[in-house]
């Protein structure tokens, strides 16, 4: 079976990143560390480092290779919350040297983009009543952090 990863490439400071990102997220490990042992266009022998990780349920790769693209908003990772509590422990730990955007979307500190979510948003916007789901939508559409609360008064009317 083929196996599928995301890749992230990091200018610097790789290792704290992937070491921060699996610390926050339950689940999570890193499996391995490793420096490319032949010189490459990034730079001589062990300059360049890999890594691979996991994120809950989802594999990913990163190498530490120098100034290339930054990251954008055309890849983010979406952290599905079950509570409150688990969107604002992720949220503060995230914006921390980041910044924060409209409809729980931030950069952490690596300009990674985030979308730190609850559950709950995609069950209500799902809801058959598309009233319901409207009011919900607006709601959604004026928040930064999502708010649990918030998007049920939403849904109530």
Known sequence: MMKVAQHLWFEKDMQAAVNF??????????????????DNPSGPAGSVQLAGFTLGD??????EAGPLDPFNHAFSIIVECET????????DAL??????????????RWGLSWQ????????????????????????ML???????????????G
């Open 142 to 156: 004026k928040m930064i952090k999502f708010d649990i609360a918030g998007l049920e008064a939403a849904a109530k």
């Open 21 to 38: 990102y699996t610390s926050l997220i339950p689940g999570s490990s890193v499996e391995w560390v490793s420096a490319i042992p032949a």
């Open 58 to 63: 989802q594999r990913y790769m990163a190498i």
């Open 116 to 139: 730190i979510t609850p559950k709950r948003l995609g069950e209500l916007m799902n809801d058959p009543d598309p009233a319901r789901a409207k009011r919900v939508t607006e709601a």
């Open 84 to 91: 409150q509590a688990e969107i604002d422990r992720l949220w």
């Open 95 to 108: 914006k921390e040297g980041g910044s924060i955007e409209h409809c729980g979307w931030l950069r952490d």
